[in-house]
């Protein structure tokens, strides 16, 4: 059988599972979307959000790119936090890198070209700022998971300095971003940072290790 079609016939009995749980299920999607959640994280194929958080459909706004940058001319990103934030109402900003992460590891290579190298020019720009600790790792794979976790939390930070998470501070807003890494060795997520309205984000020091 083609791959895609085996595609369709699972989204069959997904489909047909929710509804014998729920006869309403699909009924009640279209009602809207009332989400606490966002996550930002890699395009990884091994990182699946909701199914590693178990959160049901509706439950998780959702932006994946390369690497879990957060690059302020890109669009995509910038919309996607202002609708989480402004219009949902999201308590909880997650950004998540993850284990043995292919963007992170060709940051460190080099040898990419095209949209991608010039993607990648966020995460050079935090190896260039943490290049002392990464080059004391003692092999690649130790270098790899150590900028994963100092990926996380600049770009944690930066995404904190966005004018629509600022906004939403300065209003009182609930909101806290959560710094995350996933082990894809073992399935569990570890936690690295968290930060709200009264963090001092220039005085945010480097996370220890999780990745171990």
């Keep these: 059988m083609r791959e895609y079609k085996q595609l369709l016939l699972a989204n069959k009995a997904w489909a047909t599972e929710l509804l014998e749980e729920k006869t309403d299920f699909f009924q009640r999607q279209t009602v809207g979307q009332k989400p606490d959640f966002l996550w930002i994280g890699c395009s990884d194929s091994r990182v699946t959000p909701e199914q590693m958080t178990m959160t049901p459909p509706g439950g998780m706004f959702l932006h994946r790119n390369i690497a879990n940058l957060v690059h302020d001319d890109d669009l995509n990103l ?10 949902l109402k999201v308590r909880h900003v997650i950004l998540c890198g993850h284990h043995g992460c292919g963007g992170v590891l060709a940051t460190l290579n080099g040898g990419t070209e095209g949209p991608v190298d010039r993607w990648l020019g966020n995460a050079r720009d935090v190896l260039h700022r943490h290049q002392d600790e990464i080059a004391a790792q003692p092999d690649e794979a130790a270098k790899v998971n150590r900028l994963v976790e100092v990926n996380v939390m ?10 629509t998470i600022q906004k939403a501070f300065a209003e009182g807003r609930e909101l806290w971003l959560h710094g995350w890494v996933y082990d894809i060795r073992d399935g569990h997520i570890k936690t690295l940072l968290e930060i709200d ?16």
Aim: hydrophobic share 45%.
């Design 78 to 87: 910038l919309s996607v936090v202002q609708y989480a934030v402004d219009v």
């Design 197 to 212: 309205a009264t963090t001092d984000l220039d005085g945010i020091e480097r996370p220890g290790k999780v990745l171990v």
């Design 154 to 163: 600049e770009q944690l930070r930066h995404l904190a300095r966005l004018d």
